[in-house]
């Protein structure tokens, strides 16, 4: 039995699958786009992969799936017969992750955040989880690390408790290309995995940092979806604040999470532009902000009850001494 999020990413994902043809009649899961002379994105049933080549090797972020790893191997090849050096995982979900361990066996060093091998070491040591201990990452960070690779200086940097709790960008900062891992959905409604240390307030903040990084001129390989530009980011910045806004108003005026799923003009001008039409569906996402909004509305509310019991209380305390003074 796979573990319960891999399952749901699997789920999630495979309705992307898009099928191409080589020239040779096969039909391929994949698909290879130029964005520089050496930088490529890589589309698949997974998350986009990046690529940097050159004359140090192959610099790769994400590897999605396992069972498509050795047709992506045959894409990187038809590019570049040097060796995948290092591979970035931006997280640990699995259409991310999957191909590790085969990568791991060719002599690629893997890298990650600390939080993404902790959470694939601990699935490790669940019995139901088949993966191999080669498919950890062997060097962590904290907060960022930079290479120097291919000519250029390539920055890596943690954003906390986004898409999850190990979220990492990767920028290419001489070819002025940015990689968002899952913190970016181009186009559609993200998966927030607030069950793995994700939230929208840390989604918007991590959009953000971004933002103060890189520029308007910068090309953006999102998590998923296509390739993207400082607008597109700025984008879903506006439209998670819009929607986190209204559903938070409507929290307060004590609308049910039913009756918010009702409400369509809250995400009706998303929605027509396509938000919806991904693997989260605007009842999935409405749902998530739903909750979100109540588990920090949770603990206003217990202030306020709080607060309103000690004046109360306060309020009490004066009356007896002013009972007592008359007497």
């Known amino acids: 039995m796979i573990s319960k999020i891999f399952l749901n990413t699997f789920l999630l994902f495979s309705v992307l699958t898009v099928y191409s043809q080589s020239d040779t009649g096969e039909k391929n899961n994949t698909k290879l786009l130029k964005i520089t002379s050496k930088i490529y994105m890589l589309q ?123 979220d990492a960008m990767v920028y290419f900062t001489d070819s002025n290309i940015l990689h968002t891992g899952d913190v970016f959905f181009n186009g559609k409604y993200p998966f927030i995995d607030t069950e793995n240390g994700g939230s929208v307030k840390g989604y918007i903040a991590a959009l953000e940092m971004a933002t103060k990084i890189i520029n308007e001129d910068t090309k953006i390989i999102p998590g998923h979806g296509n390739l993207g530009t400082f607008k597109d980011l700025k984008d879903t910045i506006i439209m998670l604040q819009t929607l986190y806004n209204r559903v938070a108003t409507a929290y307060v005026n004590r609308k049910t999470e039913a009756e918010v799923l009702n409400m369509s003009d809250i995400t009706k001008m998303y929605d027509d532009q396509g938000y919806g039409d991904g693997f989260i569906s605007t009842e999935a996402f409405v749902k998530m902000l739903y909750s979100e909004v109540e588990k920090k509305r949770a603990s206003i509310d217990q202030i306020e009850e709080t607060n309103k019991a000690a004046r109360e209380k306060y309020d009490k305390m004066m009356k007896d001494r002013e009972e007592k003074q008359k007497d």
Do not use: C, W
Request: proline share 2%; glycine share 10%; no cysteine.
């Open 44 to 166: 698949g049933k997974g998350g986009n992969i990046g690529l940097s080549f050159g004359n140090d090797g192959i610099f790769m972020i994400d590897d999605q799936y396992a069972e498509d790893i050795e047709e992506i191997q045959k894409d990187i090849k038809k590019i570049s017969k040097e060796p995948i050096r290092f591979l970035v995982n931006t997280h640990f979900h699995g259409d991310h992750t999957g191909g590790n361990a085969a990568l791991a066996e060719t002599g690629t060093v893997i890298f990650s955040q600390l939080n993404v091998r902790d959470r694939l070491q601990k699935m490790l040591k669940r019995e139901s989880t088949k993966i191999s201990e080669v498919a950890l990452p062997v060097v962590t960070f904290n907060d960022d690390l930079t290479f120097h690779f291919n000519g250029e200086k390539i920055y890596v940097f943690h954003v906390h408790n986004a898409h999850t709790d190990g």
